[in-house]
Every structure is written in structure tokens, then in C-alpha cells.
């Protein structure tokens, strides 16, 4: 009977030694990553603190793909309740501190501009861009020509830039559903 508790003692202290060492082992040091983004009447503005690149994916260029999202949906919201805008592309700031660091602050404010009829509105908005080289363009814009009526072409910005490298083409355009009633083309 000793015997058999020594061996259970035994079997429990290996256990415990053995659980022990696989929580040190699990243990793993996260980063923090914040993104932040508002819309009200006025436009967007938000911001994403974070690692550039996890993995070799450019996760803080996925920010603008976040706010493009928040643009368009904002937009929409506005044209629904008979607010006409449109983003204000001249105005657009944009900021990634910290580049090539390991960390960035990727900052995005894209204000809006009143408009005087619902067919001067834009309620589709996205981007093409990346750090350091030329946005593919022409790639972006014949992905994007699904998307349009027929008679209408995208609205696109001169190339913004910021200091640290980051390179992005702004766009929008009349959404074929949201303002159907503007289409030269109307069903």
C-alpha cells in the first residue's frame, strides 16, 4: 500500500511539473493594435496604431481599406436622409508616423464637401495604394468599372503621399444602386 502511494505521488508530481512547464511554453507577448475610426456629417477621420507588417502581410495599409468602408457606408447614410456630398479629395490628410520602425500611427482624415443635387453626390468611395512604389491604377480603376452605371467614370485623386512613403489614389463614384434615378439610363 506505501508503495502504491509513492507511485501516485510520483505520478502526480510529474503531472503538475509537466503542466507547469507547457503554460511556460504557451505563453505569448501581444501587441497592442488600436484602430479608430468616426464619421459624422463633415467626413471621417480615424486613425490605426500598430505593427506595419505581420507575417509579411502590410496589415497598417489595411487601414485605408477599413476606412474606404466607413467613407462609403458614410456616404450612402448621408444620401438616404437627402444630405448630397462628396469627399473633398484636396483636403484629404494623411499621416504614418513612425514607418519603417516595426510600429506605425497611420493617420486618415477625409473630409466631405456639400453638393447641389443628388446627381452631383458620390456614395461609393475606395483607394489604390502602398508603401514606396506606384499604385497599380489602371489595375484599380478596371476592377472598379463593374461598379459604375453605364455613361459614368470614376472621380479620383491626384496621387497623395505622405512623408514617410505611403502612396494612395482616392476614388469615388455614383453607386448604380443607392442613385439608380441618376443614370442617363434609368429602367
Request: hydrophobic content about 35%; glycine content about 6%.
Amino acid at each position: 500500500m506505501r508503495l502504491l502511494k509513492y507511485i501516485v505521488v510520483f505520478l502526480i508530481s510529474v503531472w503538475m511539473s509537466q503542466a507547469a512547464y507547457s503554460q511556460k511554453v504557451v505563453v505569448k507577448t501581444q501587441v497592442q493594435t488600436t484602430v479608430d475610426i468616426e464619421c459624422n456629417d463633415d467626413g471621417c477621420f480615424g486613425s490605426y496604431y500598430g505593427k506595419e507588417f505581420i507575417d509579411g502581410s502590410d496589415v497598417a495599409h489595411q487601414f485605408s481599406n477599413t476606412m474606404s468602408a466607413k467613407v462609403g457606408d458614410k456616404l450612402k447614410e448621408l444620401y438616404s436622409k437627402d444630405t448630397y456630398v462628396k469627399v473633398d479629395f484636396k483636403n484629404i490628410f494623411m499621416t504614418t508616423k513612425g514607418m519603417g520602425s516595426g510600429m506605425v500611427r497611420y493617420e486618415l482624415k477625409i473630409p466631405f464637401v456639400s453638393v447641389d443635387t443628388k446627381c452631383d453626390a458620390y456614395t461609393s468611395f475606395d483607394h489604390v495604394g502602398g508603401w514606396n512604389h506606384t499604385p497599380s491604377l489602371p489595375r484599380r480603376k478596371k476592377e472598379l468599372s463593374s461598379l459604375l452605371m453605364p455613361g459614368e467614370s470614376l472621380d479620383i485623386s491626384k496621387l497623395k503621399t505622405t512623408t514617410e512613403g505611403l502612396q494612395e489614389y482616392w476614388i469615388q463614384w455614383k453607386n448604380k444602386n443607392t442613385q439608380k434615378s441618376c443614370s442617363p439610363n434609368k429602367d
